[in-house]
């Protein structure tokens, strides 16, 4: 039986998928996600010869396609921000990034040392890469398209958050790779890691960024007016925003996560209510729910594959304390005497730090560049880990939101669906 042809439906399903479950589930208490990954557990424990999707023999497969996808995402991220930069404006995500995620890095590398008995470099490296909150799994918790509208506290924080953090966690990744055991000085290695990791590549990113994306608003918004570009290819250019401010920022060593999120926020903020904005976003989004799926379905047979096999009791608990203790006790603590923020999205904030791609990412990464030891433990907890969060805040992300826009007296989501989808109808004659 060829693999060829079996992915060919598997995929083909898959994606017909993206198109209808998203609507059909918007009003019950389940994420899509959910299902991919039991298909891809469904297809790869069925009795016929499939490919191996074991992290080790693909590393670098692994690496780029769950890289490409977050950088997609993170595009379309900054994209549907309406809210314009300030410190003012995003001290919420910025106590989130700043404060938050290093409290819990810091949490989850003493409960990876003291608990699980790792070597400081794989317990900094756990930490790292399942810190930071994830943009792509993250859709039901944040902000509507572009111009919609819904940029409540909850909503705008989350958001906010999961497009910094995914490029402000990387220091502690290299971090990581400096403790691992070498000819170099610890002290030398560390001093390096100071100025460059932290200090080079966080400047190099948001200046790159930044240039990115005031460039490509240039060519976006000003040239147009003497050279005709068709609605129909602005898609493409949201596509070259990602490639370019990533890439560029990549090959000068700095963070090209950071630099793709600044360069659509400061995209975002030209032109803020022209309808290329939409059609960006709609063309990132149409791409990352399609490498979305590739990459559940393959997580969905690493774990029938046996991915988790290595998991202990001592690991899943590791996974439990971050998203049940470590995520909410450290969110409730950050937000504390914010005035603007009651204490009910204080508690919604603090509880949706959802885990996915992006620590996929980070763990694949630092193994291809390092020997961490136990190597194999880190991807079981980081499987069973992002396994919990996206069951658990999947199922609870409706309701949830459901039952904060109604205490702020705001329509829910799927009444504002109902409600465009009316006006879309045309009227009989």
């Given at each position: ?19 209808w ?65 300030s ?37 900094v ?20 398209d ?52 932290v ?29 005709s570009?068709k ?5 493409f ?43 960006m976003?709609a ?53 504390a ?55 658990m ?17 705001r ?19």
């Amino acid at each position: 039986m060829s693999f060829y042809n079996i992915a060919l439906v598997v995929l083909g399903v898959a994606i017909m998928g993206v198109a209808w479950l998203p609507s059909l589930l918007e009003k019950y208490p389940l994420s899509y996600p959910i299902f991919y990954i039991l298909l891809g557990l469904g297809v790869f424990s069925l009795p016929i010869e499939l490919p191996s999707v074991d992290p080790f023999e693909s590393p670098t497969l692994i690496t780029h396609l769950s890289e490409l996808c977050v950088i997609v995402a993170l595009t379309g991220t900054g994209l549907k921000i309406d809210r314009a930069f300030s410190l003012l404006r995003w001290r919420t995500p910025l106590k989130l990034v700043l404060i938050l995620m290093v409290l819990t890095i810091a949490g989850l590398t003493l409960a990876g040392w003291g608990l699980l008995g790792l070597a400081l470099p794989s317990a900094v490296l756990l930490a790292a890469a399942l810190a930071p909150t994830d943009p792509v799994l993250a859709g039901d918790v944040q902000v509507g398209d572009p111009g919609e509208g819904r940029e409540d506290n909850v909503r705008f924080a989350l958001t906010g958050e999961a497009g910094l953090n995914d490029g402000l966690a990387f220091p502690f990744v290299w971090l990581a790779l400096a403790l691992i055991p070498d000819a170099i000085p610890v002290t030398d290695r560390l001093l390096h890691w100071l100025w460059m990791d932290v200090l080079y590549r966080v400047v190099a990113g948001v200046v790159l960024g930044w240039l990115s994306g005031r460039l490509l608003a240039f060519l976006i918004f000003s040239l147009p007016k003497r050279i005709s570009i068709k609605a129909s290819a602005y898609g493409f250019v949201a596509l070259a925003v990602t490639l370019v401010s990533y890439g560029v920022t990549e090959l000068v060593h700095g963070y090209g996560f950071l630099a793709v999120f600044v360069a659509a926020i400061t995209l975002r903020g030209r032109e803020s209510k022209h309808e290329y904005h939409k059609q960006m976003h709609a063309f990132t989004d149409q791409l990352e729910r399609l490498l979305i799926v590739v990459i559940l379905i393959l997580f969905g047979g690493a774990i029938a594959g046996g991915l988790l096999a290595p998991l202990t009791w001592q690991a899943a608990a590791v996974g439990l304390l971050l998203l049940l203790v470590l995520r909410p006790l450290g969110g409730m603590l950050t937000l504390a005497g914010s005035e603007r923020v009651t204490l009910a999205e204080r508690v919604v904030i603090s509880f949706f730090g959802i885990r996915g791609i992006g620590s996929i990412f980070y763990i694949a990464f630092a193994l291809e560049r390092a020997n961490f030891p136990q190597a194999r433990l880190l991807w079981a907890v980081l499987g069973f880990t992002m396994l919990v969060s996206i069951v658990m805040h999947g199922a609870l992300a409706t309701p949830v939101m459901n039952w904060l826009d109604r205490r702020h007296g705001r329509k829910i989501a799927a009444e504002i669906t109902e409600e465009s989808d009316g006006k879309a109808e045309p009227t009989a004659e």
